[in-house]
């Protein structure tokens, strides 16, 4: 029979210093709280796209403090780091009592990554849901794609009211 037990810290190569992969770890409570980790990028010198999709993110109306949902798709070509996924998952989840208007929330993403990483290329697709009937979505990038790079679709489904 399988040992499934989890590892009480991380043991791959260039995550020694990792704090919360392999551990209990609570959410921040706000974006300025929370920790992004980074790792080592397996394959530098090589253009490749990594891609996370947050279809439940949530965050607050600054001025109502009503709920906004967003779907969020991160596109980047990293240079010598990745993001390390469930620091980025906690950073997300960290806005879900985080008052801010979708512009701000969309670009600060992109900015922790930015600076975290300094990846080669990094871009946002911010697909925000309707309050008040209107969809509101933000898409930022850090400039163009270095070519020779298969950049796919954002293809976030479409949904009554949007055009």
């Known amino acids: 029979m399988p040992n499934h037990t989890t590892p009480t810290g991380p043991s791959a190569p260039g995550t020694e210093a990792l704090s919360q992969l392999g551990r209990n770890t609570a959410a921040a409570n706000s974006p300025e709280e929370a920790q992004l980790e980074r790792v080592p990028s397996p394959h530098q010198g090589r253009k490749y796209v990594v891609r996370f999709t947050a279809p439940e993110f949530t965050s607050l109306c600054p001025v109502t403090g009503q709920p906004d949902f967003a779907h969020i798709v991160i596109d980047y070509i990293p240079s010598q780091w ?48 309707p309050r008040g009937g209107i969809p509101i979505d933000v898409f930022w990038q850090t400039g163009e794609p270095p070519a020779g790079v298969w950049l796919p679709p954002q293809d976030v489904p479409g949904y009554r009211g949007r055009g």
């Open 82 to 129: 990745i993001v390390e996924s469930k620091s980025l998952k906690l950073f997300l989840t960290s806005f879900r009592n985080h008052g801010a208007f979708h512009e701000d929330c969309s670009v600060t993403i992109a900015e922790r990554l930015i600076e975290l990483l300094d990846p080669e290329w990094l871009r946002i697709g911010a697909y925000w849901y």
